[in-house]
Each structure stands twice: as C-alpha cells, then as structure tokens.
C-alpha cells in the first residue's frame, strides 16, 4: 500500500485546515487508516484513526472535539477535518496504514506510511 498525504500548510490559531490521505496499491481488504503528527523535537504521536467500516474511531486526548477523522473507501482516502487549531498542532502529520479492522495507538502497530504534510499554526 503507497500512501500519499497532502493539504498542510500555515494558519492562524483559531484556523481550520482539512488534510487528505490517498491509498494506492492493495486496496481491497480491510485495513485501518490513522493520522500521527510528530513536533519539533518531539517523537511521533497518535492524533485519530478509524476502521475500515467507519464505526469505529479514536482520538487522542489533545485533539478531541477539534479534530474529525472521516474515510471514503470507494476513493480509498482518509480525511482529517482540524478545526480550532493552536500553535501547538504544528507538526508534520503523517497517515498510516494496518491490515485488519481494528485501530492502535502505537505507531509500531501501522506497517505502511505516507510521507508526511507540513502544518503550522501561528499564533
């Protein structure tokens, strides 16, 4: 599976951005879709995830109620919606993908990776 993410870029705090997740490649079994964002200086953290059937997701606590995951599987692509952004949601968002239909938190749990979108909130 080849994933390429896109749509990060700068906004003001209070700002919303939507970035996109195309899945490429094998496609057709299910397989759970998750955002991570690593920032500066920091290690790569769990952000959202959510099932190949859509009715399961996950958020971590620092983005609840802000942030949407959402997937359209006929076009094989992950969303997430951030709304409310503040400074410290500047990351390099990566989306990540697994085999099966259960999500993880734990970024040795994902076997396949996009290369990764910019988004910098400023204040």
């Known amino acids: 599976v080849q994933l390429q993410a896109s749509g990060g870029g700068l906004v003001q705090a209070g700002g919303s951005l939507r970035l996109s997740c195309a899945a490429s490649?094998?496609?057709?079994?299910?397989?759970?879709m998750s955002w991570f964002r690593q920032g500066p200086g920091k290690e790569r953290e769990f952000v959202a995830a959510?099932?190949?059937?859509?009715?399961?997701?996950g958020y971590a606590d620092s983005v609840k109620g802000r942030f949407t995951i959402s997937r359209d599987n006929a076009k094989n692509t992950v969303y997430l919606q951030m709304n409310t952004l503040k400074p410290e949601d500047t990351a390099v968002y990566y989306c990540?993908?697994?085999?099966?239909?259960?999500?993880?938190?734990?970024?040795?749990?994902?076997?396949?990776w996009g290369q990764g979108t910019l988004v910098t909130v400023s204040s």
């Open positions: 990540a993908a697994r085999w099966g239909s259960k999500w993880y938190s734990s970024v040795s749990s994902y076997d396949y």
């Open positions: 490649g094998r496609t057709f079994s299910p397989y759970t």
């Open positions: 959510i099932s190949w059937s859509t009715d399961n997701t």
